[in-house]
T-cell receptor, first 112, second 113 residues
């Protein structure tokens, strides 16, 4: 298994429903980030949560971090068709500043 | 807003050709990165640079080299392209020593025939 594995690999929901994606990692981290990628484009940073934080909100996004279980979840509430994208978690590598390890991503499809 | 541009969106090259992928940023960020993205493998770090003329190998540097002659520009070089280098290549930048937000370019989809 790789650091920063997302689950599920694919998620299909209807507009208005909530979408939850999970990420697990193996080593100690300073922070964990979530990124979004629209088809064929670059990644866009969504939110960062530090190791001493348990929950963070940004608009319709809610991120939780459980360092004891080495896992994080991203919740998108009241999803929209425009939320259709791939979502990646990324963890830092301790003291190797700048190096992130990305998971394989969750493909989210929101049907209108 | 940070702007990261990549020289080409799509590129088709032949096996054995020398390929240059260029990335330019306008935010005066010290750190720059090259990743490749393949289905089922996520993003993998090829090389990164934390200063002009400085470079460090990432997780999969074999078959690649980089050049950073100016702070705003980071080039990825495929010395002799091979079919297994067909991939999506993504450039990213980051403020120095932050391990925080990385800003990505739009990507270059490279096909090696």
């Amino acid at each position: 298994s790789q650091q920063g594995e997302e689950d599920p690999q694919a998620l299909s929901i209807q507009e208005g429903e909530n979408a939850t994606m999970n990420c697990s990692y193996k080593t100690s981290i300073n922070n964990l980030q979530w990124y979004r990628q629209n088809s064929g484009r670059g990644l866009v940073h969504l939110i960062l949560i530090r190791s001493n934080e348990r929950e963070k909100h940004s608009g319709r996004l809610r991120v939780t971090l459980d360092t004891s279980k080495k896992s994080s979840s991203l919740l998108i509430t009241a999803s929209r068709a425009a939320d259709t994208a791939s979502y990646f978690c990324a963890t830092d590598r301790g003291t190797s500043y700048g190096k992130l390890t990305f998971g394989q991503g969750t493909i989210l499809t929101v049907h209108p | 807003d940070v702007k990261v541009t990549q020289s080409s969106r799509y590129l088709v090259k032949r096996t054995g050709e020398k390929v240059f992928l260029e990335c330019v940023q306008d935010m005066d960020h010290e750190n720059m990165f090259w990743y490749r993205q393949d289905p089922g493998l996520g993003l993998r770090l090829i090389y990164f640079s934390y200063d002009v003329k400085m470079k460090e190998k990432g997780d999969i540097p074999e078959g690649y080299s980089v050049s950073r002659e100016k702070k705003e520009r980071f080039s990825l070089i495929l010395e002799s392209a091979s079919t297994n280098q067909t991939s999506m290549y993504l450039c990213a930048t980051e403020r120095a020593r932050s391990s925080e937000t990385q800003y990505f370019g739009p990507g270059t989809r490279l096909l090696v025939l």
